[in-house]
């Protein structure tokens, strides 16, 4: 299994540019999940996936959107990039419900992240 | 979704045990104990959860108090590949979605 993989590694954008930073996953998982993590800062929920054709909002979703048309891949869109915009993404995965103790169903898998600088 | 309170930093010897602690004092019924942590430029990697119980595994122990409003990572012998940002996250399984809050965590330092 490739886990959960995270495309472009690094991204120059210049402000009111739009991009798609895309996420993959291989562990047929139903959850989906993108977070963003500023410098010194924990991790904030942008947007969310139940399953294919169910996407929800987190903490922090203005000036993202999402879609989920397969289970394996859940693509996060810039719309018109800005400067606050400049972070580290992390795309997550894990089977979805009510997993209780056993490790392998509560698991949630990150990727690598990718590294947005917004200019 | 209730909130959790860990010391921003913690600092250990290389092969002592490390108790990395997490103040949860709204918990619910309902809420699992999550540990996650972050190794410098990756993202964040699961370690362990419970309920009420203690919990080991390979990578470390998780003791819960009694009254469930605080809990203790152990990590029983700290290597310098423990040194990472912790994160004490409460998830609510009432919910059924696996969204997890996280916080400002601890920043573990291990000396060699």
């Known amino acids: 299994n490739a886990g959960v993989t995270q495309t472009p590694k690094f991204q120059v954008l210049k402000t009111g540019q739009s991009m798609t930073l895309q996420c993959a996953q291989d562990m047929n998982h139903e959850y989906m999940s993108w977070y963003r993590q500023d410098p010194g800062m924990g991790l904030r929920l942008i947007h969310y996936?139940?399953?294919?054709?169910?996407?929800d909002q987190g903490e922090v979703p203005n000036g993202y959107n999402v879609s989920r048309s397969t289970t394996e891949d859940f693509p996060l869109r810039l719309l018109s990039a800005a400067p606050s915009q400049t972070s580290v993404y992390f795309c997550a995965s894990s089977f979805s419900g009510l997993a209780g103790l056993r490790a392998e169903k509560e698991t949630q898998y990150f990727g690598p992240g990718t590294r947005l600088l917004v200019l | 979704d209730a909130k959790t309170t860990q010391p921003n930093s913690m600092e250990s010897n290389e092969e002592e045990p490390v108790h990395l602690p997490c103040n949860h004092s709204?918990?619910?019924?309902?809420?699992?104990i999550h540990w996650y942590r972050q190794l410098p430029s990756q993202g964040p990697e699961y370690v362990i959860h419970?309920?009420?119980s203690n919990v080991n595994n390979r990578m470390a122990s998780l003791a819960i108090a009694e009254d469930r409003k605080s809990s203790t990572l152990i990590l029983h012998r700290a290597t310098l590949r423990d040194a990472a940002v912790y994160y004490c996250?409460?998830?609510?399984?009432?919910?059924?979605?696996?969204?997890?809050?996280f916080g400002q965590g601890t920043r573990l330092t291990i000396n060699p």
């Open positions: 996250i409460l998830r609510d399984v009432g919910r059924g979605a696996q969204k997890l809050v």
């Open positions: 709204t918990i619910s019924g309902t809420d699992y």
């Open positions: 419970g309920l009420t």
């Open positions: 996936s139940v399953g294919a054709g169910i996407t």
